[in-house]
């Protein structure tokens, strides 16, 4: 519950009025939902207290709660995230979830950090046709300064988004990387 709770807090706060993503540091968190974050966390809080190894939801609903206590993206918590990002690899292994953990690494400790888990998913076969391994490639490399080879990401991953608005939005960025 406590993971559904604070996901549905932010949709209004996903699209803007056009209908375009809006990606999660970039959302007016103004308009998140404060009532669906209080009863999320009031449910994460619950599982905390059953004690024990946490599930991967509650891991889910926890690295949600550290976006949603945070009132700007700069007051991330990233180094909490990377840490619940490292348990919910051990619970519940896979190409996405160490994708995720790239981008919460990048963020902790920089780029190159986040960009050598990234490059290590490259030959991963589940993530063959998957929009958001160049799309994190692409933020990363840009950066880092290098900004041919975040366009060539971006735009590879405008090429593999079956979203038309989730592939503008990689188009815009390939623009101005």
Known sequence: ??????????????????G??????????????????????????????LGGTLGPYALQAA???????????????WTRIVALYDALADVMPSPVVELNRAV???MAS???????????????P??????LLPAVRGELLARLGRSEEAREEFERAASLA???RVRALLLERAATP
């Open 110 to 124: 920089g780029p190159s950090a986040g960009l050598e888990i990234a490059d290590g998913l490259l030959a991963e």
């Open 63 to 77: 690295i949600a709660a550290c976006h949603a206590r945070a009132h700007t993206g700069a007051e991330t918590d």
């Open 20 to 49: 375009a993503p809006v990606l999660l540091l970039n959302q007016d968190r103004a308009r998140w939902d404060r009532l669906l974050i209080r009863r999320g966390l009031a449910a994460l809080d619950r599982a905390e207290q």
């Open 1 to 18: 519950m406590a993971l559904m709770e604070i996901q549905a807090s932010r949709m209004r706060a996903r699209v803007d009025s056009d």
């Open 126 to 131: 589940a993530l063959a046709g998957y929009h």
């Open 162 to 164: 079956a979203n038309a």
């Open 104 to 106: 919460a690494v990048g």
